[in-house]
């Protein structure tokens, strides 16, 4: 879990229907409104990432004041704003914006909902697609794709759906489809691009949500299945300092508390139970009061939506368990 995001005890049994109708996923808090925006170049200008990049040696001083040139790396660098992005590899190969996110204009029907930059030079672009039905919920499909300049992130997209009652994203839970596309900056992009076409093309494909819910629910858990579960997630260990225990012990209180909903009774005593338990408490963590509330909001979004690695172990564990 990030360790920046911590979980307090006002999550309970008794939260209300105004209580979850005030929740809202990772994004909204973020970026820049662009729905009025109808293709990715209009996007990019609006929510002002769509500047070109460039990469320049970097020069350190050497003997009798000469600048000499660093060996294999290079500095990617904004002109029109005269900002300095990262340190790369001279191997990196720049891929604009327009050319990483291009294959969200060829999804029909895609409306484009944030964009921006997080704090630590990750751009993104959020597209809002269908709406369907999962075991009578409603969900609305999502496509976010991120692009860098700094040699930090790959290029990737993938697709969430949005569980609307209670805004959880379910990012990552498909098993057996591909909904997570990455492709590293290289000259290869163009010939690996075409995984994002394919994303694309299944962008209004809801049978991999449909075919992972209709498992996990009928995958039996017992209540001391779900402890385990959650001490899983949330191990103790042995001396640790009592702040961080309570704060283990306040993330358990939260994640039973989120399996404990009413928009979940039809579903306790399943693994389906448990995932959406999972995705309510990552999707809707409590942040500190801090001055980092940006940053906190940026870590929140590409933990929960680009960090999935965690559900999938949880999903693994309840199966296992699974009577």
């Given at each position: ?63 009798n004041g000469i600048m000499n ?150 995958a039996k858990v017992s209540a ?100």
């Open positions: 879990m990030n360790n920046n995001i911590t979980i307090l005890n006002t999550l309970n049994a008794n939260t209300t229907n105004t209580n979850r109708a005030n929740r809202q996923p990772t994004w909204a808090v973020i970026g820049q409104d662009v729905s009025s925006c109808a293709n990715v170049d209009s996007v990019l200008s609006t929510a002002g990432i769509g500047y070109g990049v460039e990469k320049r040696p970097i020069y350190v001083p050497g003997r040139p660093v060996a294999g790396q290079m500095a990617t660098y904004e002109p029109d704003t005269d900002t300095t992005l990262g340190i790369v590899s001279e191997k990196y190969e720049i891929v604009p914006s327009s050319r990483a996110f291009a294959f969200m204009d060829n999804i029909e029907g895609i409306k484009f909902v944030t964009a921006g930059r997080t704090y630590n030079g990750m751009d993104y672009i959020i597209g809002e697609l269908t709406e369907f039905e999962v075991l009578g919920d409603k969900f609305t499909l999502f496509v976010i794709a991120q692009n860098s300049y700094n040699g930090r992130f790959d290029i990737k997209a993938t697709i969430c759906p949005l569980r609307i009652v209670c805004q959880n994203q379910f990012s990552g839970a498909f098993r057996k489809s591909e909904n997570v596309v990455s492709i590293r900056h290289s000259s290869l992009f163009d010939i690996r691009a075409t995984a994002l076409d394919t994303l694309a093309a299944e962008a209004n494909s809801v049978n991999a949500l449909n075919d992972f819910a209709n498992s996990c629910v009928n001391s299945d779900v402890e385990s579960v959650i001490k899983y997630l949330f191990p103790l260990s042995e001396g640790i300092k009592e702040r961080q225990r309570d704060n283990i012990m306040a993330k358990r209180h939260a994640f039973r508390a989120a399996y404990d909903m009413d928009d979940n009774a039809n579903f306790r005593g399943t693994v389906w139970g448990l995932v959406n338990a999972y995705t309510d408490y990552t999707t809707h963590a409590t942040m500190r009061n801090s001055k980092d509330m940006g940053k906190q909001s940026d870590r929140q979004f590409m933990s929960v939506t680009f960090d999935t690695n965690m559900l999938m172990y949880m999903v693994n564990m309840a199966n296992a368990l699974a009577h």
